[in-house]
């Protein structure tokens, strides 16, 4: 009996193991199905992804295409003003040295630019009033930056702020203008009043910024001789200025005014401010 189905048996086995094996096909085919569809899933959200980043670009072209329609020609105007900023700038600060004055660091341009278009229209008085006014205003301040960066100093620059603040402006003048001189020297081991081939000495520093064309018209009063250092033979018989020869040699006998004193200091303060710019 056993024999004779045994055959029959083994056919059923191979059945059943063939089944099995479809039935494991077809969940992994069933599994895959899902893979595929999960990938196709992932494939459009990356392809919607894609849209709103092309999207997203656009955008960001279209706003900087109105930036740049908005503000294209404020752009160039400020461009072209960098262009002529030194050129301008060189301008006032020779202007206003001509008159004594030199340029803060705390001073706009417009400000600054404002006060040279001033001196240049005659309105001497009213410019120089403004000028003493806006210094007194920051003695203070003036004193300690000059100081803090001159230590060893700090004792004669004392001296001649106290000087100032009693109105002693005879003592206080010929201070500042000393200190000027002497901090040049120890700086840029240059005079400030000495001339080298009818320039002043310190225009041999100055050169050394040729390229850099805004720090030079910054310091392009150390290579103009203005009224504080002008000689005997330059200056004209009615002068009347500030001028440190006639104040140190004894020739000016009415140089102590809050005005002349208020000048020493914007001198003595720019010259500590445009030499220490380079240590920046």
Same mark, same amino acid.
């Given at each position: 009996?056993?024999?004779?189905?045994? #055959?029959?048996?083994?056919?059923?086995? +191979?059945? /059943?193991?063939?089944?099995?094996?479809?039935?494991?096909? /077809?969940?992994?085919?069933?599994?895959?199905?899902? %893979?595929?569809?999960?990938?196709?899933?992932?494939?459009?959200?990356?392809?919607?992804?894609?849209?709103?980043?092309? *999207?997203?670009?656009?955008?960001?072209?279209?706003?900087? *295409?109105?930036?740049?329609?908005?503000?294209?020609?404020?752009?160039?105007?400020?461009?072209? @003003?960098?262009?002529?900023?030194?050129?301008?700038? *060189?301008?006032?600060?020779?202007?206003?040295?001509?008159?004594?004055?030199?340029?803060?660091?705390?001073?706009?341009?417009?400000?600054?630019?404002?006060?040279?278009?001033?001196?240049?229209?005659?309105?001497?008085?009213?410019?120089? =009033?403004?000028?003493?006014? &806006?210094?007194?205003?920051?003695?203070?301040?003036?004193?300690?930056?000059? $100081?803090?960066? &001159?230590?060893?100093?700090?004792?004669?620059?004392?001296?001649?702020?106290?000087? +100032?603040?009693?109105?002693?402006?005879?003592?206080?003048?010929?201070?500042?203008?000393?200190?000027?001189?002497?901090?040049? *020297?120890?700086?840029?081991?240059? @005079?400030?009043?000495?001339? =080298?081939? =009818?320039?002043?000495?310190?225009?041999?520093?100055?050169?050394?910024?040729?390229?850099?064309?805004?720090?030079?018209?910054?310091?392009? #009063?150390?290579?103009?001789?203005?009224? %504080?250092?002008?000689?005997?033979?330059?200056?004209?018989?009615?002068?009347?200025?500030? /001028?440190?020869?006639?104040?140190?040699?004894?020739? $000016?006998?009415?140089?102590?005014?809050?005005?002349?004193?208020?000048?020493? %200091?914007?001198?003595?303060?720019?010259?500590?401010?445009?030499?220490?710019?380079?240590?920046?």
């Amino acid at each position: 009996m056993d024999t004779e189905h045994s #055959p029959l048996t083994s056919l059923e086995l +191979h059945i /059943n193991s063939l089944q099995e094996t479809l039935e494991i096909a /077809n969940e992994q085919i069933e599994a895959s199905r899902g %893979i595929l569809e999960r990938m196709h899933e992932i494939a459009l959200r990356f392809q919607e992804f894609g849209k709103a980043i092309k *999207q997203s670009f656009e955008s960001v072209n279209c706003f900087l *295409q109105e930036l740049n329609d908005s503000f294209g020609p404020l752009l160039a105007i400020i461009q072209a @003003s960098f262009v002529t900023l030194p050129a301008r700038t *060189q301008s006032a600060l020779i202007l206003l040295g001509q008159h004594g004055w030199y340029f803060h660091s705390e001073m706009t341009f417009s400000d600054f630019w404002q006060l040279a278009d001033d001196l240049k229209n005659g309105e001497v008085i009213e410019t120089e =009033k403004l000028l003493v006014e &806006y210094f007194e205003e920051r003695l203070s301040k003036i004193e300690s930056f000059i $100081s803090t960066n &001159y230590p060893h100093r700090s004792h004669l620059i004392r001296a001649a702020f106290d000087a +100032h603040r009693r109105k002693d402006y005879a003592l206080s003048i010929p201070v500042f203008l000393a200190q000027a001189d002497g901090i040049c *020297q120890e700086t840029i081991s240059q @005079s400030l009043f000495i001339k =080298k081939d =009818k320039k002043p000495s310190t225009a041999l520093y100055v050169a050394k910024f040729e390229s850099e064309v805004f720090m030079a018209a910054l310091l392009s #009063p150390l290579a103009t001789t203005l009224t %504080i250092s002008l000689s005997e033979k330059e200056r004209p018989k009615d002068f009347t200025g500030l /001028n440190r020869h006639m104040v140190l040699h004894g020739e $000016s006998l009415d140089y102590d005014t809050k005005s002349n004193s208020v000048k020493a %200091i914007s001198l003595l303060n720019y010259i500590v401010y445009v030499l220490r710019l380079r240590d920046s």
